[in-house]
């Protein structure tokens, strides 16, 4: 079984859409579990978003091309498959 990966994308408008809430529920639970390399943060501005912290590492998604934080997804994905 491949292990399960989330990829949040933050927005000013992350905390507004009800999938959001629903997704960061799941974040939660994972955080809580202790296997934080299971979510991968991806800013697309500097927007406060409640319940991420100035601690937690991000991809800026102004600085790296679609392509690159595609592959930056890849091989976090590929890591977390090779120690599955």
Known sequence: MSPIMIVVFLCA???DK????????????????K???RIMFVRFDDANVEGVFSIDG??????????QVADFIMERLNVLTKNA
């Open 13 to 15: 408008e992350y905390a």
């Open 18 to 33: 009800q999938w959001c809430g629903l997704e960061w529920r799941a974040i939660r639970d994972i955080i809580k579990s």
């Open 35 to 37: 296997e934080n390399e």
């Open 58 to 67: 991000y991809i800026d998604a102004n600085k790296f091309t679609p392509a």
